[in-house]
């Protein structure tokens, strides 16, 4: 078969316009949570949180009971997150939330608010240099109310929250300010239906570790759309949380 001159001449050209495929496959995210009790295992919503990760999405609840934004960098936690972070990134879109403030707020703790809102922000910019992308959480509410009323007694350290991820630049999701409302709606008789032991209005059974895990994920998915692929979504149970009906 001969060919003209002409289609000799076209053909790297066409070769050239054709458009670029980009065969490389989406990376699904990886969730990594460093916190307190109100994140860890038996007492927070951590493991309900990662339980609604699918198609290809994986986390780990690396929070800590009893710890301090200072106990959990002391202590190695910090170091296991990054780890992990570093271990992943390559197959995954990693992110890492960072919710303290119940401890760190305390007179034993050692730390002032402005130490606090420091220790916040080396945590962010470390999860940034690693590699992912940091989401700083204000403090979950605690569920003791006075005279019908929530108290807020969280809101030094949420604040504080809100400044850290404002000075580095990062995501910050208020929890503290989704729960508190969410709380208040449902009353102290319902909010008590959630505690881990009798009287402990801080910490959270499989109840409301149910509850505020969707909470934290509508909370994710209402900042970032496009994860709803790998959060399952529960319609019914945001709906209430939204309208302030028990659940």
Known sequence: ?????????????????????????????????AGDSTTAVDGGWGDGFVDL?????????????????????????????LD????????????????????????TSGLSIAQFQTNLQNMANEVKSAGATPIILTSLTRRTFKSGVLDDSLANVSEAAKKAAAAVGVTMLDLNAASRKYVQAIGQSNADTYNLAEGDRTHLNDHGMAVFARMVADLILGWKPALSASITRDEALSKKIADGVYA
């Open 1 to 33: 078969m001969k060919f003209s001159p002409l289609a000799l001449l076209a053909a790297p050209l066409l070769a050239m316009a054709a458009p670029l495929v980009d065969c490389a496959a989406a990376k699904t995210p990886a969730f990594f949570l």
């Open 53 to 81: 990760l699918r198609n290809g999405a994986i986390g780990q609840n690396k929070g800590h009971s009893g710890a301090t934004t200072a106990s959990f960098v002391a202590g190695g936690d910090w170091k296991a997150v």
């Open 84 to 107: 992990l972070v570093k271990n992943n990134k390559a197959k995954h879109d990693c992110y890492v939330t960072i919710q303290f403030g119940h401890n760190d707020q305390k007179a």
